[in-house]
């Protein structure tokens, strides 16, 4: 077809014998070039014009499928425009490179196609996924698994069509993938460890994308952010990522909390033995409150007994369930119930017990009458000299005053008296050295 009208375009041009064939090939090229161009252009805007268009009806999936096919429609454009140029560029040249224009025409049709697959795939998956698009949309983990499969179908089947397309055998291939598979199987067994685990995961779903979790026999703890087909990435309750093989969760048990349905209070109060009067009353008082409070679960177990006697106090056990599974939520209400338990327990005149210990005395361990009376004596003869000294400290507190007035009165004494001698004997008797 492009050696017959590339025939009649050289005889029409060539009547006319204005032009080499150099620039006769030339032309065509750049013409066939500048028309691919254009129509590249022209399908975009045509496309984006239906897909407005269709974004005001309800309907989603013909709104996805447009915009999923946009572009690979002006890759195929250019594809088929670049081909034709280069057919006939290979009409007037003998050049090797373009023996493989139907290869990589070929080629080039199997990405398109693949790409547009998978944007397809892509579409539908943020589909199924959205609550604003879908009244009751999909779990995110099982829809990602399943558009993980598709794409993993669809590069396989790309990957074996080009492959038959550059004159291998698939059956070769697939022969070579049975025995060399062991080969790598043996090599990448850890690998293939994880990718099944995560294949687990997403036929079991333990867990999903946003969930909290933890693992009793590992120090695993946080929110799933990710599950991949070799590693699940939890994001820790200290903001760190951490990054766990797929492999380790066929092997530890874990612990699913966000799929709790309620959560619990747990807690023993003690009150002073003075109040065990009142146990009863503050008992049915602490259970009539919980049962009528508006964020404990009346339908779970709801217990509140006197459990026992314990060293320095009256053990109540309280044990109830809350509506809420939030964390930050639960915690506000247990703090509501515990102080309306206190109220509780002040309403009747006790008191929450203390740690306490009592000690009792024994007759042996008295002290005898002798011994008595001798440490009442020492007590008084104590107490008779500690008066004694309380008595003489102002005394010598006067006398440090008479003290510190006589010395200021000998600097009035004159020269050659004896104060003035025995006070100033050390700068005088240097003075008189001299």
Do not use: C
């Not at 693949?114 to 892509?122: D, F, S, T």
């Not at 309380?390 to 104060?419: C, F, L």
């Amino acid at each position: 077809m492009i050696g017959e009208m590339m025939s009649t375009l050289n005889g029409w041009i060539a009547n006319f014998g204005v032009l080499s064939e150099a620039w006769r090939v030339g032309i065509v090229v750049f013409a066939l070039v500048f028309g691919t161009a254009t129509v590249a252009y022209i399908a975009s805007h045509v496309i984006g014009a239906l897909e407005r268009k269709f974004a005001k009806t309800d309907n989603v999936w013909d709104d996805s499928a447009l915009h999923a096919a946009r572009t690979p429609v002006v890759a195929f454009v250019w594809l088929q425009g670049v081909y034709w140029a280069a057919e006939v560029a290979h009409h007037y040249s003998n050049a090797a490179i373009f023996e493989a224009n139907g290869t990589l025409l070929q080629i080039g049709f199997i990405f398109i196609v693949v790409w547009a697959l998978m944007r397809i795939i892509k579409e539908i998956e943020s589909i199924l996924v959205s609550p604003v698009k879908m009244k009751k949309p999909m779990d995110y983990t099982s829809v990602n698994a399943v558009s993980k499969v598709s794409r993993a179908v669809v590069i396989v089947t790309a990957v074996l069509i080009s492959m038959q397309s550059l004159g291998y055998s698939i059956s070769g291939v697939m022969a070579f993938g049975g025995v060399g598979g062991i080969a790598v199987g043996f090599a990448a067994k850890d690998l293939l460890a994880n990718f099944f685990g995560g294949f687990i995961i997403h036929m079991d779903r333990p867990f999903k994308v946003g969930d909290w979790i933890r693992s009793p026999d590992r120090s695993i703890e946080g929110t799933v952010e990710q599950i991949g087909w070799r590693l699940t990435t939890i994001r820790t309750f200290d903001k760190r990522p951490l990054y766990v093989p797929n492999a380790a969760f066929t092997t530890i048990a874990v612990e699913n909390p966000s799929r709790m349905t309620n959560r619990r209070i747990s807690e023993t109060i003690g009150i002073r033995y003075a109040d065990v009067s009142q146990v009863s009353k503050v008992v049915a008082d602490i259970r009539s409150m919980l049962e009528n409070h508006e964020d404990i679960a009346s339908d779970q177990t709801l217990i509140v007994n006197f459990l026992a006697f314990s060293p320095s106090s009256l053990d109540i056990m309280v044990y109830a369930f809350t509506k809420t599974t939030q964390w930050v939520r639960y915690h506000e209400v247990k703090q509501d119930v515990l102080l309306k338990i206190s109220d509780v327990i002040t309403g009747h005149g006790g008191q929450v017990a203390l740690p306490t210990q009592t000690l009792h005395l024994t007759e042996d361990t008295r002290l005898p009458e002798s011994e008595n009376i001798q440490f009442t004596e020492r007590g008084r003869e104590e107490d008779q000299e500690q008066d004694e000294d309380q008595g003489r400290e102002p005394q010598r507190a006067s006398r440090r005053g008479n003290g510190i007035h006589q010395r200021s009165r000998r600097h009035d004494t004159q020269k050659g008296d004896v104060g003035e001698q025995s006070l100033g004997g050390g700068a005088d008797g240097e003075g008189d050295g001299e």
